[in-house]
C-alpha cells in the first residue's frame, strides 16, 4: 500500500513538473514571437523619416510633404500584452513606458503636420497679402518643429529597436533558464531625452 502511494506520488509530481516545464517553454517562445512581431512595428516605424525641411524666404526644394507615423492597432495591443518582466535588463527596466511614449509622440507629430496643412490652407484663402504672409510665416515655424520633434522621436524609435535586439536574444532559451536561477540586478535607465523648445511664431 505505502509503495503504491509513493509511487502514485512520484508520477503525480513528475506529470506536474512536466506541465509546467511545457508551460514555461510556451511562454517563452510566444515571447519571442511577440518580440518578433513588435520588432517589425518599430522597424516600420523607422522609416518615417520625411521632414518637412522649410526655411523662411526660401522656396521648398520639392513639393513632397512628411507623411506622420501612426501606430497600428497591433503595436498598441502587443503593449498590453507583452510580458516585458522576461527579458527586462534590470529590475527598474521602463521600456514599456519609452514603447508608450513612441506611441504618444507619434500622435504629437500628426498633430503638427496637422496643424501646418491647416495654416497652409488658411494662407490660400487669406484676403490680403498680409494675412497670407503671416499664415505662412506660422506654418513655416510649425514645420520646423515637427522636423526637430522627428528627430527627437526617431532616436527613441532607435532606441527601442536596438532594445528589442538584445531582449531577442534574451529571451532564447538557454539564457532563460539560466536568468531563471538568478536575482533580477539592479540598474538604472538612461535620462530622458530633453523636451524641444518651440521658438515663438513670426507673425
Known amino acids: 500500500m505505502a509503495s503504491s502511494f509513493w509511487a502514485a506520488l512520484v508520477g503525480f509530481a513528475l506529470g506536474s513538473s512536466q506541465v509546467l516545464l511545457l508551460d514555461w517553454i510556451r511562454g517563452r517562445a510566444q515571447h519571442r514571437r511577440q518580440l518578433r512581431l513588435l520588432r517589425a512595428d518599430i522597424r516600420r516605424l523607422s522609416g518615417f523619416r520625411q521632414h518637412w525641411g522649410w526655411q523662411h524666404g526660401v522656396v521648398p526644394a520639392t513639393d513632397t510633404t512628411p507623411n506622420p507615423p501612426r501606430v497600428t492597432p497591433s503595436y498598441q495591443r502587443l503593449l498590453q500584452e507583452i510580458d516585458f518582466w522576461l527579458t527586462d535588463e534590470h529590475s527598474d527596466d521602463n521600456t514599456q513606458q519609452?514603447?508608450?511614449?513612441?506611441?504618444?509622440?507619434?500622435?504629437?507629430?500628426?498633430?503638427?503636420?496637422?496643424?501646418?496643412?491647416?495654416?497652409?490652407?488658411?494662407?490660400?484663402?487669406?484676403?490680403?497679402?498680409?494675412?497670407?504672409?503671416?499664415?505662412?510665416?506660422?506654418?513655416?515655424?510649425?514645420?520646423?518643429?515637427?522636423?526637430?520633434?522627428?528627430?527627437?522621436?526617431?532616436?527613441?524609435?532607435?532606441?527601442?529597436?536596438?532594445?528589442?535586439?538584445?531582449?531577442?536574444?534574451?529571451?532564447?532559451?538557454?539564457?532563460?533558464v539560466g536568468r531563471a536561477l538568478r536575482r533580477m540586478p539592479k540598474g538604472t535607465n538612461p535620462a530622458p531625452l530633453p523636451p524641444i523648445n518651440h521658438p515663438p511664431s513670426k507673425v
Open 98 to 176: 519609452a514603447l508608450i511614449d513612441i506611441a504618444d509622440g507619434a500622435v504629437v507629430l500628426d498633430r503638427y503636420d496637422g496643424d501646418v496643412r491647416r495654416l497652409l490652407d488658411s494662407a490660400k484663402s487669406a484676403p490680403t497679402p498680409k494675412e497670407k504672409a503671416k499664415y505662412l510665416s506660422r506654418a513655416v515655424d510649425t514645420a520646423q518643429v515637427y522636423d526637430k520633434e522627428l528627430d527627437r522621436w526617431l532616436l527613441m524609435v532607435t532606441s527601442a529597436l536596438s532594445d528589442i535586439e538584445r531582449r531577442l536574444s534574451s529571451a532564447r532559451t538557454l539564457n532563460q
